[in-house]
């Protein structure tokens, strides 16, 4: 029997959502303990096709070392209604608690600069600024993570991070030299280079944020931000994405949280993607940052040592498995 052509186009539209659904594996549910609190733990994370691989590997891998994984809550930010990305999701994690929120991209299109490396010039990679404006004002408090990471601790040790009134909460690395992440533009005008003046403003990973929301509203950061976008839309003072004007905004002025909690870079720079070692002390999470993608790296069989701690959360029904050694 033929299919009716208005049945065909109906199997035809369904078929990307079939397929992306099934190409992953459904996570196991994890429950709470006995004494867990009545209080959720937000998460907010970005979305799309590209990065899905990653986004359930890190959602898998939040869970599987939560005291109470019941009490996250996920929320993923889209930049477009993506039926086979939201499908795969709810069939991988038929018990996830998660909201799906639009990022508004008309004004953030207008603000992007070109950088060194094209996902880095996404409205995607921006939404990190506007979460704030995204999420419902019932959000007070959030953890901000990547795609690229999976966390091997609890992540209720994270949220409980004392921010000291603080918008924003993350590790800093204040040997890093900042004059790597502006241009000889920037450094040559004294008025610019005296953004820094009279603080110790150190390099932080924008990957991995605890943020008061409300603080972040209340200082009109979102705002302070862009004004830097627009500077650098006039006088190219950085190359690199989202990430400089953090710095400029909020380097200096937010509340370190232990290493621990962002052993980042492990993707390599952001042009060569190169392999790296761990940072020295104890590891909480680890954040593929950089050009290198571990599922990327695995999949073509030039993966580095690193990349076979991150398989284990991989949940893709990949034709060919990955040796763990």
């Known amino acids: 029997m033929v299919a009716a052509p208005a049945q065909t186009a109906s199997l035809l539209l369904l078929l990307p959502l079939l397929v992306a659904a ?27 096709a590209n990065y899905l691989r990653g986004t359930a590997a890190a959602v898998l891998s939040i869970l599987q070392h939560s005291s109470c994984p019941e009490n996250v809550l996920f929320h993923f930010v889209w930049v477009r209604n993506e039926p086979a990305v939201s499908s795969a999701i ?19 299109r207008g603000l992007i600069s070109k950088s060194i490396r094209e996902a880095l010039d996404q409205p995607l990679n921006y939404a990190r600024i506007y979460l704030a404006q995204t999420l419902p004002s019932g959000v007070g408090r959030l953890i901000y993570l990547d795609s690229d990471l999976i966390v091997v601790d609890d992540v209720a040790k994270l949220w409980a991070t004392d921010l000291r009134g603080k ?25 610019l280079e005296g953004t820094f003046r009279g603080r110790r ?24 931000v862009e004004s830097w976008m627009v500077v650098q839309k006039q006088r190219r003072i950085y190359q ?85 050694f």
């Open 167 to 191: 918008a924003l909460g993350a590790p800093e690395y204040c040997h890093a030299n900042l004059t790597t992440y502006f241009t000889d533009a920037f450094w040559a005008s004294p008025e």
């Open 240 to 324: 690199l994405g989202s990430l400089p004007p953090f710095l400029l905004v909020l380097g200096g002025k937010i509340e370190g949280v232990d290493h621990r909690w962002n052993q980042h870079g492990l993707g390599g720079d952001n042009v060569e993607g190169r392999c790296r070692g761990l940072h020295p002390g104890p590891v909480s999470l680890l954040h593929w940052s950089g050009k290198g993608k571990p599922w990327l790296r695995l999949d073509s069989r030039t993966p580095c040592a690193l990349d076979y701690l991150w398989a284990p959360y991989d949940l893709y029904r990949s034709h060919t498995q990955h040796p763990i």
């Open 22 to 48: 099934s190409s992953f594996r459904e996570a196991p549910k994890f429950r709470n303990g006995e004494s867990c609190p009545a209080t959720a733990i937000h998460i907010a994370m970005t979305l799309d």
């Open 90 to 108: 709810k069939a991988t994690f038929p018990y996830l608690r998660f909201k799906l929120y639009r990022l508004q991209t008309a004004r953030i």
């Open 201 to 224: 403003a150190c390099y932080f990973n924008t990957g991995v944020m605890v943020m008061d929301l409300e603080e972040w509203r209340r200082g009109g950061y979102t705002e302070r």
